[in-house]
DNA sequence: ATGAAAATCGACACGCGTGTCGAAAAGGAG
DNA sequence: CTCCTTTTCGACACGCGTGTCGATTTTCAT
């Protein structure tokens, strides 16, 4: 019995999902998503107090979702350069359909909100990452090169392209290639 | 006696610069912008019908000027090396002073205008590039490496970081880093 | 200097999204 | 089933940006 009102809270943000990750996060109206989840204006502004608010709700329910990932299976004992590859595929996958993504409407988000959110999720990715690459130096898979710079620029790269890729058409040899250049460091291969 | 028009709309679209650099795209309104122009809102109208128009024709100018650049100085004989050099310090310089720069309003701007006006200028920023390349490859300052995946992992880094320098503070080693790899890259090295 | 053409002004009506509020409906514990 | 609480509804007033238009001012060739 999870009551009414948690019940369609969570039927607003299923909703409010494709809606920002179709048209970003200041295309969205509150009109926009009290028609996609079929309840009035009203209604609606019971749940939340505007586009903001509902956005934040959904970030938060999506990276705690996420954030559990790495550590999980770096628990399992899966090997890094495993965890990796894995990751990258799925943000290779991401790219090939940018239009199920937020990242639009995170930036869009950013910009209009402050940054502070943002600087939030992205120092927890970066932790995140870093973690990753610190156990796999441990182990032996990965090269002791600097932690951080490497995790800077594969956030980066995947960013630009993960954007960009909405609006240009982007190659898939491209983006394998940038997953190439991410492991080649890694490895500390000289070829 | 370039004519009183001719005058007023540069007068707008260095005021407009300004805004757009500064707000992005959506952000700025005509209001805005009369205001900046220190004119009435009949008046800039008689000039450009919305900020649409406003933007594209400040792209143009602003491309117009560029687009000379490397061709100009290849012709003068210069080392691809250098020109590159000189391109690399021109891009980290605007990633330290991302609020001057109009990247953002062009993601905005492709993103509500569709994508046309953004990939034909994104085709001509490739073939820029694409052409000192394969000039450096001729002289033998670069490898032959596959000329169109350089680029677009040139083009592809620097877009994401120069956008997201605008939300996520960006550290002076990271751009630097970058770019010593773009070059390590060019150069066919193997450390 | 002068008058036709060009440029500018600012008030107007409009569309759209917002956030609120009292009435109506649905929920659910006993 | 009943009755109090919670949730939903949709109409309202508001703010803001838009694009237009006839009146007014400025420009510039003669």
Not at 61 to 76: L, P
Not at 129 to 139: A, P, R, T
Not at 145 to 164: H, K, P
Not at 168 to 176: E, L, N, R, W
Request: hydrophobic letters at 40%; aromatic letters at 8%.
């Amino acid at each position: 019995m999870t009551g009414k009102k948690e019940r369609t809270r969570e039927h607003i943000l299923k909703a409010s999902y494709a809606l920002f990750a179709k048209k970003g996060f200041k295309q969205v109206t509150m009109k926009d998503v009290c028609e996609a989840a079929n309840m009035s204006r009203g209604g609606l502004y019971s749940h939340f107090s505007g586009t903001d608010q509902l956005f934040e709700a959904l970030l938060e329910k999506i990276t705690e979702k996420d954030a559990m990932d790495f550590q999980g299976k770096i628990e399992k004992g899966m090997a890094a350069a495993e965890i990796l590859e894995e990751a990258l595929k799925l943000m290779e996958e991401e790219m090939r359909h940018p239009e199920d993504s937020l990242s639009m409407a995170m930036y869009e988000y950013a910009e209009e909100a402050g940054s502070d959110v943002m600087q939030r999720l992205n120092r927890s990715s970066e932790k995140r990452w870093k973690k990753l690459i610190l156990y796999g130096i441990e182990n032996g898979e990965f090269q002791a090169v600097d932690a951080d710079e490497i995790v800077n620029m594969i956030l980066f790269s995947y960013q630009g392209v993960r954007m960009w890729s909405r609006i240009i058409p982007v190659k898939q040899k491209t983006v394998h290639s940038i997953a190439q250049n991410i492991k080649r460091q890694l490895r500390g291969e000289r070829k």
